[in-house]
């Protein structure tokens, strides 16, 4: 999921970029380029914040298996040092 977010901000980022510069190609005056941005800086806002939460699902699940492994490894490590009672 967190890649799939990743992915989908930076062609949001990136489809954004390039009709600015398709809009602002045939006339380059400061007129357009203030009516562009309204809507222009919001959706690359946007897309650099998908990109942002998806690293962050990516780092979270790194973080959870890590998490796991350390959890596998202390109670492995609790078994060896106090074995079993004979009765």
Not at 7 to 27: D, E
Not at 30 to 36: F, G, H, P, S, Y
Not at 53 to 79: K, N, P, T, V, Y
């Amino acid at each position: 999921m967190g890649k799939f977010l990743e992915f989908l901000g930076g062609v949001i980022v990136i489809g954004t970029l390039v009709l600015l510069t398709m809009t602002l190609t045939p006339s380059l005056d400061m007129n357009t380029l203030v009516a562009i941005l309204p809507w222009a800086f919001p959706a690359i806002a946007g897309g650099l914040i998908l990109v942002a939460f998806g690293s962050m699902l990516d780092h979270l699940a790194a973080i959870r298996s890590a998490a796991e492994r350390q959890a596998d490894i202390f109670q492995q490590l609790i078994e060896r040092r106090n074995p079993a009672k004979k009765e």
